[in-house]
């Protein structure tokens, strides 16, 4: 059973647009969100993360938009440029108890020049 | 600190032949974990350490697959025998702290044919 479902799968956007990456969880004992970014070769390393106590986190132009009632949030990338292309996976976990990471299914961008 | 380290990059082994893993985390990293990717799966965890003790194996498939870490420093996930469907780029990660960040490793690409 997948604990996080991400979408979608791939993406495709050109240089300055805004890909919106939205993932979903049922486990209402999950209070922190990270995004991880992937490079080809490279393993999986930490974007910016959210804990549920706020709606929105940016970092640069990196946004996590956060909605605790309908147990959604979303990764926005402003103004996308061509070196953002990558793997991106939302995660989920809990911050007491076990620690393990729920990962999403990953969605591949491409940002074309 | 160099980051987890994972040795080797790449192993190609034929169907039915032992297959060794190593990971060495960051050091003071309490936690350590080994996931494995594939297209179609995407990111799973397979165990998860505290302290050296196993606290989750939930995620190993069978019994072929075992790991260890006898030390803080050192880790090993073992495939015993190897079968073509095990496939996959195996990440280790480290952690300081249960909730906290995951760093990962540049992942071993096992193929087994």
């Known amino acids: 059973q997948q604990q996080v479902k991400q979408s979608p799968q791939s993406l495709i956007v050109q240089k300055g647009g805004i890909p919106i990456i939205n993932c979903a969880y049922e486990n209402t004992a999950f209070d922190y969100f990270p995004w991880y970014q992937q490079f080809p070769g490279k393993g999986p390393a930490l974007l910016i993360a959210?804990?549920?106590?706020?709606s929105e986190k940016k970092e640069g132009r990196f946004t996590i938009s956060f909605n605790k009632s309908a147990k959604q949030f979303s990764l926005h990338i402003m103004d996308s440029q061509p070196g953002d292309s990558a793997t991106y996976f939302c995660?989920?976990?809990?911050?007491?108890?076990?620690?393990?990471?729920?990962f999403g299914t990953g969605t591949r961008l491409t940002v074309i020049p | 600190d160099a980051g987890v380290i994972q040795s080797p990059r790449h192993e190609v082994t034929e169907m039915g032949q032992e297959v060794t893993l190593r990971c060495k985390p960051i050091s003071g990293h309490d936690y350590l974990f080994w996931y494995r990717q594939t297209m179609m799966r995407g990111l799973e965890l397979l165990i998860y350490?505290?302290?050296?003790?196993?606290?989750?194996d939930s995620g190993m498939p069978e019994d072929r697959f075992s790991a260890k870490m006898p030390n803080a420093s050192f880790s090993t996930l073992k495939i015993q025998p190897s079968e073509p469907r095990d496939s996959a780029v195996y990440f280790c990660?480290?952690?300081?702290?249960?909730?906290?960040?995951?760093?990962f490793g540049q992942g071993t690409r096992l193929t087994v044919v």
């Open positions: 959210i804990r549920p106590d706020v």
């Open positions: 990660a480290s952690s300081p702290d249960r909730g906290r960040e995951a760093f």
């Open positions: 995660a989920a976990s809990k911050m007491s108890g076990a620690n393990n990471l729920f």
């Open positions: 350490f505290n302290n050296n003790v196993p606290i989750d």
